[in-house]
């Protein structure tokens, strides 16, 4: 007597939920990722074989571009606003539509005394598009040194305040000091240099150059 042949069914996985992880998990990075804010200007940073990398909170950026201009710029929302309130006492004055925009602007180079003409723009757009001539250093004593005033504003807001230079290869080395010179004078003696990384010569192989980010 033959045997009774059963009817093999192919499996079937229900992909239901998996679908809906994935789309959970999509949704909370795309909710929580913090984008890269666009600087004020773009430098050529030199390079060295650190591998130290950039703080994403609680920094001071100073950056100097090739032409000399100097911007800062603050990470933190709540220090930002907190040394603009600061720089009333100059005589500042601002909209709730500039205070807005400077709140979340990170990286900016307009000198105390055209701050309140920057920030009085009539539209979000004319704030951007805004001369940024860059932050004033001077050295006299008694005069007041734009630069020194922001760094100091920070570190009244925490004292904990990260302090890092992002200089261009080709600035010169006098503006380079200048940049030093008023951090020295504002007591912050520790600092980074921010650089791109290169390969290590000591390295066995050869490492691919990364985008300006670490610490030198």
Do not use: C
Request: no cysteine; hydrophobic share 40%.
């Amino acid at each position: 007597m033959p045997k009774v042949k059963i009817k093999r069914k192919a499996p079937s996985v229900d992909m239901t939920a998996m679908v809906d992880v994935a789309f959970l998990l999509l949704t909370f990075f795309i909710l929580t990722t913090k984008f890269r804010p666009t600087e004020a200007v773009v430098v050529d940073t030199p390079t060295s074989v650190s591998h130290l990398k950039v703080p994403q909170i609680d920094f001071f950026m100073v950056t100097v571009a090739k032409d000399g201009r100097v911007f800062v710029g603050l990470a933190d929302k709540n220090a930002r606003i907190d040394a603009l309130d600061r720089m009333a006492s100059y005589g500042v004055k601002f909209t709730e539509a500039g205070r807005n925009y400077f709140a979340a602007t990170e990286h900016f180079g307009v000198p105390i005394a055209e701050m309140s003409s920057w920030l009085s723009q009539p539209t979000p757009d004319k704030m951007k598009n805004y001369p940024q001539r860059g932050i004033p250093i001077d050295k006299t004593r008694g005069k007041r040194n734009d630069l020194k005033e922001w760094v100091m504003a920070a570190r009244r807001y925490n004292i904990d305040t990260k302090f890092m230079i992002k200089g261009d290869l080709d600035v010169s080395y006098e503006k380079m000091s200048d940049v030093i010179w008023t951090l020295q004078d504002a007591n912050v003696n520790k600092f980074n240099l921010v650089t791109g990384l290169e390969a290590d010569p000591s390295a066995a192989a050869p490492a691919e150059a990364e985008e300006a980010g670490g610490e030198g």
